[in-house]
């Protein structure tokens, strides 16, 4: 059985979520993800939490840690993992994606968020392991 997820990751997750949606308000669909990541790392930021941007993620083999190239889009609090997309749908493998950083980060909370879509709430994926 899994560990409740502390109040304070909840609130990470609800606080970048609102945040994702003031930028899509604002921006709009159809720019590069890199401008919606710089945006919504800076929107968190204004609400008072601690973003990191592109954040390597070893893999660990026999032991040893390895640089396999993965980069987190965003962190948030330290707890939440966002990956950023601004593409025409989401796919199953974008779904593998986050559950993939969330293993090899060791944290419970990813958002997938899609900007590319005219309402945001049919780009944003929540995961929970």
Do not use: W
Not at 31 to 55: D, F, T
């Amino acid at each position: 059985m899994y560990a409740e997820i502390p109040a304070r990751t909840e609130a990470a997750a609800r606080v970048a979520v609102d945040g994702a949606f003031q930028v899509h308000k604002t921006l709009g669909p159809g720019l590069l993800e890199s401008a919606y990541e710089h945006c919504l790392a800076y929107e968190i930021a204004r609400r008072g939490l601690s973003v990191q941007r592109q954040v390597a993620l070893p893999i660990v083999y026999e032991g040893e840690k390895l640089d396999a190239g993965y980069r987190l889009d965003l962190v948030i609090d330290g707890a939440v993992v966002i990956e950023i997309k601004s593409i025409d749908a989401l796919a199953p493998i974008h779904d593998a994606q986050v559950l993939t950083y969330l293993k090899l980060s060791g944290l419970r909370i990813g958002l997938l968020m899609n900007f590319n879509v005219a309402l945001l709430k049919q780009g944003l994926k929540r995961f929970v392991v």
